[in-house]
């Protein structure tokens, strides 16, 4: 079944632990930390001293998204957090991306590649076998709550098809403007993990939108 992420950065700020909790008893299955520094991306949110104190549910996965300009001089200071499950770092970010996935998984984390809205699939073709997760961007990212990009959709179908040719257990998320109106086209083109901002946290009841998106 479709996993969902809620992601933190549409959430209350200043009642983090409330909306966490709040998100996990609703049925929410990992929580999505989008983590941006204002150069790789235009908007800045919190860091690893934030994302150390959250209170993590039981069962629930964390899953740090870093939109950091060259991640490789922060990395260490994400790898430290005990809560973090998995850490994704953007293709376009680093000259070094193998060697960043191979870091993470050797400090006992679940690595991911990210791919922006005009980042050719091509680009990911020799770290695939080095990551547990592949996140497609389906709006450029920065910002919550934009609209989907339904030019970028075909891309899920066609990293799935890379995926299964190679036999490999990669999960794959999608980010962006995912709702249950086109949840239901990712999850056939291969969406395994759909990260929900404004669809979970900009609705009243976080319970039933959890369940739309899953029964999409």
């Known amino acids: 079944m479709l996993k969902v992420a809620p992601s933190l950065l549409s959430a209350d700020c200043a009642n ?4 966490i909790e709040a998100v996990a008893q609703a049925g929410a299955d990992w929580l999505h930390l989008d983590v941006m ?3 790789f991306v235009p908007n800045i949110t919190f860091g690893p001293p934030v994302i150390a104190g959250l209170p993590k ?3 629930m996965d964390f899953d740090a998204h870093l939109m950091v300009h060259q991640p490789e001089r922060v990395i260490q200071s994400f790898l ?4 973090l499950d998995w850490i994704s770092i953007h293709v376009e970010s680093t000259i070094h991306l193998q060697r960043l996935l191979t870091q993470i998984r ?3 984390k679940r690595p991911g590649v990210v791919l922006n809205p005009s980042t050719p699939v091509e680009t990911i073709e020799w770290v ?5 997760l592949v996140l497609v961007m389906t709006v450029n990212p920065g910002f919550s709550g934009q609209s989907f990009l339904p030019s970028v959709a075909p891309k899920v179908e ?3 098809k890379m995926i299964t040719k190679r036999g490999l257990e990669v999960t794959l998320q999608v980010d962006g403007g995912v709702s249950p109106t086109n949840a239901r086209s990712l999850v056939d083109a291969g969406m395994d993990v759909c990260v929900a901002g404004s669809a979970v946290y900009g609705q009243t009841d976080y319970k039933a939108a959890i369940r739309a998106l899953k029964e999409a």
């Open 106 to 108: 050797e400090a006992g």
């Open 37 to 39: 520094d204002g150069v």
């Open 16 to 19: 983090f632990g409330a909306e």
């Open 128 to 132: 695939l076998d080095d990551v547990d």
């Open 57 to 59: 549910p039981e069962g």
């Open 80 to 83: 430290d957090i005990e809560a």
């Open 158 to 160: 066609r990293i799935k």
